[in-house]
C-alpha cells in the first residue's frame, strides 16, 4: 500500500529524529539528545559484551552523557532505514548502525555494526523515540598503534567532564 502525503512527511521527520540521535551523541549535546526521546522511553542495547537496559529520559542522557564523555571519540552512522506505520501516530523503525568508540586513555579503537529496532510516538513536540533497542552484528576493539596520533576531537570539548559523569554500571550488565 502507498504511503500518504501526511506519512511521507512523517517518514522525513522520523529520519530526520533518529540521525539527530546520532549526531547528539558524537558531538554531547545533552539538549539535543533529551528532545528526542519522550518522557519514559526504554532502552535495551546488547553489545559484544555488555547489556545496558534502562528507562526515562533523564536517565537516557545520564547513561550517553557518561558513557561518551570528553575522554572519548564517538562516531555513529545510521543507515538503511526501514520505517513502517503502526497507527496515525505511531511508528517503527529498523535501522543499520555502523559505529566506533576510540578510547585514548585505554588506547584501545572499538569499531562495528548494530541492527537498531526502534518505536516512535508522535507528541505535541513532534516525533519521539519511545522505545530503543539493538543487538550487535560484529565488534571489534584493538589497540591504538603506537605511531597513531589523535590531532583533535569534539568531545574533549562538549563531552561530560569527570566531575558531571555518574556510575552507569547500575544499568548494565557484563557477560
Known amino acids: 500500500m502507498p504511503f500518504t502525503l501526511q506519512q511521507l512527511s512523517d517518514l522525513e521527520d522520523i529520519k530526520q529524529l533518529k540521525h539527530r540521535y546520532f549526531r547528539s551523541i558524537d558531538t554531547g549535546n545533552e539538549l539535543e539528545l533529551a528532545s528526542v526521546f519522550t518522557e519514559d522511553v526504554t532502552i535495551d542495547y546488547r553489545g559484544g559484551g555488555y547489556r545496558a537496559k534502562l528507562q526515562g529520559r533523564q536517565n537516557m542522557v545520564d547513561f550517553i552523557g557518561s558513557a561518551f564523555n570528553s575522554d572519548i571519540v564517538a562516531q555513529h552512522h545510521g543507515h538503511c ?30 569499531i562495528g555494526t548494530a541492527i537498531y529496532r526502534d518505536r516512535y510516538v508522535r507528541t505535541a513536540d513532534g516525533w519521539k523515540i519511545a522505545h530503543s533497542e539493538y543487538d550487535r552484528v560484529y565488534e571489534i576493539a584493538r589497540p591504538i598503534p603506537a605511531d597513531e596520533r589523535l590531532s583533535f576531537h569534539l568531545l574533549a570539548k562538549t563531552g561530560r567532564k569527570p566531575e558531571a559523569r555518574i556510575d552507569t554500571t547500575k544499568w548494565l550488565e557484563w557477560y
Open 81 to 110: 532505514p526501514e520505517i513502517g506505520f503502526t497507527g496515525p501516530d505511531s511508528a517503527e523503525g529498523t535501522w543499520y548502525l555502523e559505529d566506533r568508540f576510540i578510547d585514548p586513555i585505554r588506547q584501545e579503537d572499538t
